[in-house]
């Protein structure tokens, strides 16, 4: 089945530690994108791709990293340096064509530190 | 700046009422998209609709409605006859700059609870 993943569906960390969250992608999509939601808020864009090896900072980037090294797969990583972590976080990807692209969304990793 | 307000922040009617999700939005564009999403008590972020800012036809599929404005800047959505399987959360989003990876911009969501 075509689809997003995002592994594991909760995670737990202790303060200081870094931690990455997995999203992998079977839909031949070119762009992906890490959102970061918070209770009784919308979601709001950390970093997105449009192509491998090429990705850029949304609207809350500090504490994170990524990379992008190959089509399928953008992992998240949240440092140490992110001051509060705990958060639901959601993998997107879409096509990138001439016209928009509708973004869908895997299942979510829910992280909680400790 | 692009921005979207979900005025209601939750909602609570009974099974087969009908009921109405307010979306309002701000953007310079003249071209940009609207999409909402369903997201259920398991997280996930499920696709309903995309329109264009170019398209104002109204637009129905099963139970579900849209109504674009250009004129209010809204782009409400109905549920005809709810079920209970209809309470989530329900987002609306707007895409400015299309033909480019870019951010969605969320509103911060209305909370629908149907109830028997």
């Not at chain 1, 900072?57 to 953008?74: H, L, M, T, W």
């Not at chain 2, 989530?88 to 990876?101: I, M, N, Q, R, S």
Request: net charge neutral.
């Amino acid at each position: 089945d075509g689809g997003i993943t995002q592994s594991p569906k909760y995670l737990f960390r202790k303060e200081g530690q870094n931690v990455t969250l997995s999203c992998e992608q079977n839909l031949n999509h070119d762009a992906m994108y890490w959102y970061r939601q918070d209770p009784g808020q919308g979601l709001r864009l950390i970093y997105y791709s449009q192509i491998v090896n090429d990705f850029q900072k949304g609207d809350i980037a500090e504490g994170y990293s990524v990379s992008r090294e190959k089509k399928e797969s953008f992992p998240l990583t949240v440092t140490s340096a992110q001051k509060n972590p705990t958060a639901f976080y959601l993998c997107a990807s879409s096509f990138q064509r001439g016209g928009a692209d509708t973004q869908y969304f895997g299942p979510g990793t829910r992280l909680t530190v400790l | 700046a692009q921005k979207v307000t979900q005025a209601q922040t939750e909602i609570s009617v009974v099974e087969k009422e009908d009921v109405t999700l307010d979306c309002v939005y701000e953007t310079r564009d003249t071209t940009y998209y609207l999409f909402w999403y369903k997201q259920p008590p398991s997280g996930e972020l499920v696709f309903l609709i995309r329109r264009n800012s170019f398209d104002e036809q109204n637009e129905i599929s099963g139970r579900y409605s849209w109504n674009f404005q250009k004129s209010t800047s809204s782009f409400n959505f109905t549920i005809t006859a709810s079920q209970v399987v209809d309470s989530a959360v329900y987002f609306c989003a707007l895409k400015e700059d299309p033909g480019t990876a870019s951010k969605l911009t969320f509103g911060t969501g209305t909370r629908l609870q149907v109830t028997l």
